[in-house]
Nanobody, 120 residues
Framework: QVQVVESGGGLVQPGGSLRLSCAAS????????MGWYRQAPGNERELVAV???????NYADFVKGRFTISRDNAKNTVDLQMNNLKPEDTAVYYC??????????????WGQGTQVTVSS
């Protein structure tokens, strides 16, 4: 059994900052990558940032220069430091992990989501 748990969302004013945290736990053999996605009402879920166990990162264009993703491989955690937040960043943010358990493949696991609201 694998669990992915997020925390750190909340209400912040434009220009403010939040730090989201995510921890994966359970019967984990290995993790290929962990990342963050977001979904606003009426929109598709979209990639925000992802990081592999080797440290390679990929950011959506709309967050480059503002958000930073980091990972602690030993603890199976990933953080998303969000700076200079904008109203359009308002969404439910989901943690994603590509995890191998006892199967010879990687599967996607998702956190429950945490609400980020940017409003004055």
């Amino acid at each position: 059994q694998v669990q992915v748990v997020e925390s750190g969302g909340g209400l912040v004013q434009p220009g403010g900052s939040l730090r989201l945290s995510c921890a994966a736990s359970g019967s984990i053999f290995s993790i290929y990558s962990m990342g963050w996605y977001r979904q606003a009402p009426g929109n598709e879920r979209e990639l925000v940032a992802v990081i592999t166990s080797g440290g390679s990162t990929n950011y959506a264009d709309f967050v480059k220069g503002r958000f930073t993703i980091s990972r602690d491989n030993a603890k199976n955690t990933v953080d998303l430091q969000m700076n200079n937040l904008k109203p359009e960043d308002t969404a439910v943010y989901y943690c994603n992990a590509k995890i191998r358990t006892r199967l010879l493949r990687y599967d996607d696991y998702w956190g429950q989501g945490t609400q980020v609201t940017v409003s004055s």
